[in-house]
C-alpha cells in the first residue's frame, strides 16, 4: 500500500476534499492520504506548481502524488498519470512541471477509470460529471496505483513528451522572474543563488541579499535563499508585494 499526498486548490469551506478522501478510501482502504495543501489561490498554476516543487523533495519515494487544480475541468485537456520515482496522478496542464525538474516521468498514461456512483440518489437525480474530475477521476486512478495495481489498467500510455508544461525555467541568473507568491507576501522566483552581501533588482528597486529577515530592519526590504532552495523578496514583517506592487512573470536580476 502506497501514501497518497493529495494538493488542490479546493479550499476548505466546501466538502470536496473530504468528497475525495472518501472515494480514496472506499477504493484504498488503508491507504493513508495526507493533505500538502488545499487553500492554494484559486486556479493558480504558477502557485501550485511551486507548492509540489517545495514538497517533492520531503516526501517518501513511491508515493502516489494527487494534485487538482484544474481550470479546464471538463475540456480537452488530458487527465493523466505519471511514473518517475513518484507517481504523480492530475490533470495535464503544467501543474507538474517544477516538479518534474526534480523528477523527469519515465511513462505516462491516460486516464479512463469507472467513475465512483453515489450511495444514495433521488429517483432520476444523477452527479454531473463534467466539473468535478477531483472525484470521478483522479481519485479512482489514485486509489488503483495506491493499491500498487499496474498502470497500464488506468488507460492507454502516451509518449512523456506530450505531457504538458509551464513555460517556467529555474536557473542560476543573472536573469530571472517572479514565479509566485507565498500568504506573507514573500516573492519567490525563478532564480537558484542568492550571493549573500550582494544586491537583486526587482520591482525597480535594488534588495541587498541576506541570509534571513532578521538581518535587516523592520519594514526593509530583503532577498535571501529561501527553504525550497529559490531566491526570494521580501519585507521584514511585511509583504514584498503589496511594497513594490510585484506581479508574476516579473523580471528579477542579480546585480
Known amino acids: 500500500m502506497r501514501p497518497v499526498y493529495f494538493l488542490s486548490d479546493f479550499g476548505l469551506e466546501d466538502p470536496y ?18 493533505d500538502l495543501a488545499h487553500a492554494l489561490p484559486p486556479q493558480d498554476l504558477r502557485r501550485a506548481a511551486y507548492a509540489l516543487f517545495e514538497a517533492l523533495p520531503y ?40 516538479a518534474w525538474l526534480l523528477d523527469p516521468p519515465r511513462r505516462a498514461f491516460l486516464l ?13 437525480w444523477a452527479p454531473g460529471e463534467a466539473t468535478f474530475h477531483g472525484r470521478d477521476v483522479f481519485a479512482p486512478a489514485a486509489a488503483h496505483l495506491a493499491l ?39 516573492a519567490i522566483t525563478t532564480l537558484l543563488r542568492a550571493p549573500v552581501g550582494g544586491f537583486v533588482e526587482v ?8 541570509r534571513t529577515f532578521g538581518e535587516v530592519p523592520e519594514g526593509a526590504l530583503v532577498a535571501y535563499l529561501g527553504s525550497a532552495g529559490l531566491l526570494e ?11 513594490l506592487g510585484l506581479k508574476e512573470g516579473m523580471p528579477v536580476r542579480l546585480l
Not at 513511491?62 to 492530475?90: E, H, I, K, M, S
Not at 479512463?112 to 432520476?124: F, I, S, V
Not at 520591482?203 to 541576506?210: D, E, F, I, Q
Not at 523578496?233 to 511594497?243: C, K
Request: charged share 20%.
Open 112 to 124: 479512463e477509470p469507472p467513475r465512483p456512483r453515489p450511495k444514495a440518489a433521488l429517483p432520476g
Open 148 to 186: 500498487g495495481l499496474p498502470p497500464e489498467g488506468l488507460g492507454p500510455e502516451v509518449p512523456v513528451e506530450t505531457l504538458a508544461r509551464l513555460p517556467l525555467a529555474l536557473t542560476e541568473g543573472p536573469e530571472g522572474e517572479v514565479l509566485t507568491f507565498d500568504r506573507f507576501g514573500n
Open 203 to 210: 520591482g525597480g528597486r535594488r534588495v541587498p541579499v541576506r
Open 233 to 243: 523578496v521580501a519585507v521584514n514583517r511585511g509583504s514584498a508585494r503589496e511594497a
Open 59 to 98: 516526501l517518501p519515494e513511491g508515493a502516489v502524488v494527487l494534485a487538482v487544480v484544474d481550470p479546464g475541468v471538463g475540456t480537452a485537456r488530458r487527465a493523466v498519470a505519471a511514473l518517475g520515482r513518484w507517481t504523480y496522478v492530475g490533470p495535464d496542464n503544467g501543474l507538474f512541471t517544477l
Open 17 to 34: 476534499v473530504a468528497v475525495v478522501k472518501a472515494v480514496l478510501a472506499e477504493r484504498a482502504p488503508g491507504a493513508a492520504v495526507v
